[in-house]
């Protein structure tokens, strides 16, 4: 199975973990990736509230260059992939503005048909290669190893594409596939402060501790997630967080990066060390 | 090939009218101009408009205005012929006119009801008039024929509507089978403990009625059997019926239930269906102590004679009467009836599909018919109120409309959930003494001293807040609400957003179509609407038949109702079949098909056409029958005959081919 | 206001499905274009092609063919009939010059008001944007080219002689 | 002894058979040669057009003209023929519904043209040259008929009595039609000279034919090895025998042939093609569309085939641009 990847500008930068590690993971699967050529910023959800058309257009563009190779595309960040998913819907809906974006379009040479499917590298992992297939790569599973699975709000809201909007579970079947187990968490798409941590650092802050801390409560040794905003978030403000309320330490890791440990995949290669809190105590303690 | 358009000369004499329906066609219809463009329409002698057509007076002008201008052909343009065909059709009969010289056109609904601009909706109306007078000049007399109507009756589904449409029709001396496809009839209400608002207590209400159907000599009841197939028409239904094996001789076995105390299987280790699976059973069972027929039966699939066939069926060895069987076969019974009423009932919305409530995941969240069980005396906690892990709750929370008024799960509202849990919380609070909150949008209480009794609750101390539940989750914001399931509500009345902890929550899931709603209705031939509730004939006219005439509805098969309405409905089914079965006779609609004999040649592309073979092939006269007692008059076969030598009354290729010219002048 | 081409459309509604959905479009006042005249069927399985090449003949610039959805026909198979039968004429309407879009099969139930709403607008608009087709006219047009003919040998008949004609 | 009925045979857009079918009726002809005087025949005897043209109007009894009409000088025999014939009776199915001529109306003049002068094999015409309506010669002219737009029946030119189905008719009811004529008994204007049923009440296969047909394919003559005494039609041949008018003894089907419709439709339908599509494919097999197409796709060519001697009559008469 082959997939083009629109890896967007967090896996590039502060989630280059994601990248590496899902990168590595779906080599090492048989499944062929290939970097979208000559990607641009996907505008992410603030480019719209300022001016719709244009970000329609600045996103349209990576589908118009993903359509012509009629493969599926993967965009492991939430945000893209929620930003993709509602240029998609928008084109669709709104004929006015598709006009205008595909217009836009059609003068640098590229054109748009609503063809191409965008896809989160998770739903690809649970259902086109499948637990059982899966199961055949786990050389070390984690035994032992308590997770509170994360999932934030972009890839299951307002579009629930391939799981539920109040539970979803693709990932916690991916983490007990792995060998790992999953503490019982309500909080899997409550909110991680987001941009808040930011702009208004007193809510911010309290929205990210919540998790963290019911997560240790809840016998976590690590939170697993799917997006590099909230990744970001956990685990890069628990210095602060251990001021304004207590110290947690848990670290944040990746779907792919636990999926590719599993597999034997040597560390380096899936970008552990880059997190803030190690992981290493976690990882060995287990 | 000349066009077969009637010469000016022998032109029928028509009689035209064009009604007002009050203000409804005139408002939106310009009728003076309809009547004076009519009037000009070769063949047309009378041309009138009036403000009620279906009024008396309106059918007293048709029949004097037939006798005195010597009318053959009569048009009305008014509102849809669904409503009022039958009542000009009369009309001309008792003017002395064939009821089928009569030609209806809708300018009602498909008119002036659904257009805005006057001019184009006269048009319209025009060009449908000048349709139906064309096509009225073909129109041959025609009777509608007799069939004699089969006195026996058959209901379907054994819940409360089954068992009094089944009394009523078997007191009036009809003889009924019962049908139910479980092993017992009472259907949701024998799960009940009590009902609202008399707060009677559903054992006490229902098992006298069913211990009536029982010992009704006219009333032959076949439960643990599903039908199977359907042929004939109105009248003259044939129905095969699959009766599934009990391996217990109904006959013999008088529900002493030794044989449970005897099974190997020491103490009941699997779920019990009719508690909810929050009771335990063994694989010899019976449902509940005041089932009918009281008789028990084994669960093939847990049974360990079936499993293993190494069993030494101490169950049999202490049945005195012998009653076990362990190679009865599934039977196939033929039955022939005149009516039949369905009364299958409904399926509770599954609370699985809205996660946010937490089934499933949570064991201190309940679905409200388990709750129904573990208040019941003959529940498997004998009426204490206790959470799985056996401890009191002290707080519990009720959820009004789970999956109901939902654009994710059901939109329609269930009607009964709001009374149901105002029941519920009274019971819980009696039971449990536990502070009882309930989450409601709108508090329903529309019935005979419904309200009165949301007041008593009121009274009762019970907690209403009005909001949405957001929802249920046991993460704990304050140490109060640790160990506890809190619900999260923007309680709209206080205009603030809640947390209430509580330590029991129950689910009022809402009512939909059983699960096999769709095979169902298709084998009975009836429709269904878009949620899949079967299709009434009229919402308010006809609200127990259905577009086939002697099939009848009632209950939740048709949308969610309360058992009040639900045995009103009952009674009204079986009013209908008795009104069909005394009559003796039906008269089947004259639209059926018939083959002109010299015409056709033989070539059999009509015989396989027919899904109710009223279409043979007579192998001596090489020639095409068409069975016209069997025919259903949907005119496939006219329209498929390649040599055009069918014909369907009321619907030839004349009459249409005229409406086309008359529509396009 | 400009005189816009209203077209003219011809419905063959099926008695138990769609034209009962019509009457409920009626009883809920939905409110729909002008342009479409239904001739009620017991099924449309009594649709014959030969009804839908004649409407087109007789002036009409679109025609609707309105059926119960598969499966739930009151006369159980009916409906295949149709598709069977519509499938062809499609096909056939194509070889002929007619445009898809003119005509038309839809499956609604009779609890669907709301989709004969749709579907009427959403035809109207569709032939209104075709334009007209207008058969008889271009029946007249067609034969146009024997009128100067026919009109000279009737001249002749009175004279005897004959000459040749363009 | 009066002087014999006079008769006259003209030929229009035709291919000959129909003379041939009169040939054919073999000694039968002398019968007739001896009961009518024969003053037009084309292909068999040299009267001019002058000839006819001097005959006082309605004094020729019968006109049997065959062939479709497609050019101008055809049209102004046709009428001309109208004017001196008392009875004027369509010959054949080009006369009757065009034929298969009337299969050219699925493509514009212009294209028809284009092909004919310049773009068919081992045309050489790089001029484009095309004949001309009017053409100077060395000071004389020379005129052509006009090409007509579309092919046309011969009711839709002029005014017809009675119709002679068939390609050709066969001498059977020819001859049938000759003797009433003579007769003087003769059936309601319009009628069709040919029994009003349709093909399989003499079709000796009929009994062979299954009473639960559906077809899951179609197959061409060529794709089958045909079974002489099986039904056609159950043998997945397109046999149009159920919606075609009889009279011709099921000639074709006794032939190993399936029928192709010459005989037109019976009396009470209006456009054979589109009825025998609303008989034949109601019950095919497949209820899904995918599956019902692909049955479809065994007619690849539905109007050369369902209008093979009849798009003249089909209701929607030619292709649109």
Known sequence: MKYLYFPGCSLKGTGRAYEESFLAVFKALGLEVRELEDWNCCGATAYMSVDETKSYALAGRNLAIAEREDLDVIAPCSACYLVLNKTQHGLKDNPELRRKVVNALKSAGLDYKGKVRVRHPLDVLINDVGVEKLAKFIKNPLKGLKIAPYYGCQVVRPYSTFDDQYNPVTMDKLIEAVGAECVSWPLKTRCCGGSLTGTLPEVGLKLAYILVKEAKKRGAAAVVTLCPLCQFNLDGYQDQIARKFERVDIPTLYFTQILGLAMGLPESELGIKRGIISAQAALAGR | ?665 | MNEQFEPKIVAFFCNWCTYTAADLAGVSRLKYAPNVSVIRVMCSGRVDPQFVLDAFARGADGVLLGGCHPGDCHYAEGNYKTLRRMRMLERMLKGMGIHDGRFRLEWISGAEGDKVKAVINDMTKKVRALGPLDLPGKFKEWDKEMEELEAHVNKDSKKGETTHAR | MPDKPKVAFYWCASCGGCEEAVVDLAEDILKVVEAVDIVLWPVAMDFKKADVEARPDKSIVAGFINGAIRTSEQEEWVRMLRRKCQVVVSFGACANSGGIPALANQFQKESILKYVYEDCPGMDNPGKTRPQPESKDEGRTLTLPEFRGMVRSLDQVIEVDYYLPGCPPTPKIIMAAVQALLSGKLPPKGTVLSPDIALCEECKRKDSKPADLALTEFKRPHQIQIDPEKCLLAQGLVCMGPATRGGCEALCPAGNMACTGCFGPTSRVKDQGAKFVSSVFSNIAPKEEKEIDAVLDGIPDPIGTFYRYGLSKCLLRRKLQ
């Open chain 2, 1 to 665: 090939m000349s066009e077969n358009k009637p010469k000016q000369e022998n032109l029928p004499r028509i009689g035209f009218y064009v009604c007002h329906c009050g203000s409804n066609i005139s408002s939106m219809v310009d009728v003076a101009a309809v009547q004076k463009y009519a009037a000009g329409l070769p063949g047309v002698v009378v041309s009138r408009d009036y403000k009620y057509m279906c009024s008396d007076p309106g059918q007293e002008m048709i029949a004097k205005d037939i006798k005195e201008h010597k009318l053959e052909r009569l048009v009305v343009s008014a509102c849809s012929p669904n409503l009022h065909e039958e009542t000009f059709r009369k009309a001309a009969a008792r003017g002395g006119l064939n009821p089928f010289y009569f030609q209806m056109v809708n300018i009602r609904e498909h008119v002036a009801w659904v257009h805005t601009d006057k001019k184009a909706a006269t048009e319209k109306a025009m060009q449908l008039v000048s349709a139906a007078i064309a096509r009225v000049a073909f129109h041959q007399a025609l009777d509608k024929k007799r069939v004699p109507v089969d006195p026996n009756v058959m209901v379907v589904g054994g819940g409360i509507a089954g068992i009094h449409a089944a009394l009523t029709l078997a007191n009036a001396g009809k003889k009924v089978t019962l049908v139910e496809r479980e092993a017992t009839i009472g259907g949701h209400m024998a799960l009940f403990d009590k009902t609202f608002p008399t707060l009677d207590c559903a054992a006490c209400i229902l098992t006298p009625k069913m211990s009536a159907v029982k010992a009704h000599p006219n009333i032959t009841l076949w439960t643990y059997s599903e039908v199977e197939k359907v042929e004939g028409y109105v009248g003259n239904y044939k129905v095969t019926v699959k009766r599934k094996p009990r391996y217990v001789k109904e006959d013999l076995c008088v529900g002493c239930m030794e044989c449970i105390d005897a099974c190997v299987f020491k103490e009941a280790k699997f779920a019990d269906k009719f508690n909810q699976g929050l009771g335990k059973r063994k694989p010899v069972y019976i449902d509940f102590p005041q089932a009918t027929p009281k008789v028990v039966l084994i669960d093939k699939d847990t049974c360990l004679h079936f499993k293993t066939g190494k069993c030494k069926q101490s169950c049999a060895t202490a049945c005195d009467r012998k009653a076990f069987d362990f190679n009865q076969k599934e039977e196939t019974k033929e039955l022939q009836v005149g009516a039949i009423v369905l009364a299958t009932g409904f399926k509770a919305f599954d609370p699985a599909r809205s996660p946010q409530y937490g089934y499933g995941r949570y064991p201190g969240v309940y679905t409200a018919l388990e709750i129904e069980r573990l208040v019941n005396a003959s529940g498997p906690t004998s009426g204490e109120i206790t959470l799985r892990d056996g401890k009191h709750p002290k707080a519990v929370g009720i959820i009004h409309c789970v999956g109901s008024r939902d654009a994710k799960t059901n939109k329609w509202c269930s009607r009964v959930c709001c009374m149901y849990s105002l029941k519920l919380a009274h019971l819980i609070k009696e039971h449990s003494g536990a502070e009882v909150y309930n989450f409601y949008i709108d508090m329903r209480a529309p019935g005979k001293a419904y309200e009165e009794f949301y007041d008593k609750l009121l009274g009762e101390g019970v907690h209403f807040i009005r909001g949405r539940v957001d929802e249920v989750t046991d993460w704990a914001m304050t140490p109060d609400e640790e160990g506890k399931l809190v619900l999260r509500v923007e309680d709209t009345l206080a205009g603030f957003v809640r947390r209430i902890p509580v330590d029991m929550v129950v689910l009022s899931t809402g009512l939909e179509p059983q699960a096999d709603a769709q095979e169902v209705r298709r084998r009975f031939n009836i429709g269904c609407g878009t949620e899949g509730f079967f299709q009434e004939r009229h919402p308010k006219l006809a609200p127990v038949n259905t577009f086939t005439d002697g099939i009848y509805i009632a209950g939740a098969c048709q949308a969610p109702r309360d058992i009040p309405d639900t045995v009103a409905q009952a009674g009204a089914a079986a009013a209908e079949a008795l009104a069909l079965i005394d009559a003796g006779f039906v008269e089947l609609e004259p639209n059926t098909s018939h083959v002109i004999e010299d015409e056709c040649c033989g070539c059999k592309s009509c015989v396989p056409l027919c899904p109710y073979s009223a279409i043979t092939f007579d192998e001596v006269k090489k020639k095409a029958v068409i069975n016209e007692v069997l025919c259903k008059g949907c005119g496939v076969c006219a329209a498929a005959c390649p040599s055009g030598s069918i014909v369907q009354n009321l619907f030839d290729d004349d009459e249409i081919f005229s409406e086309i010219r008359g529509i396009l002048k």
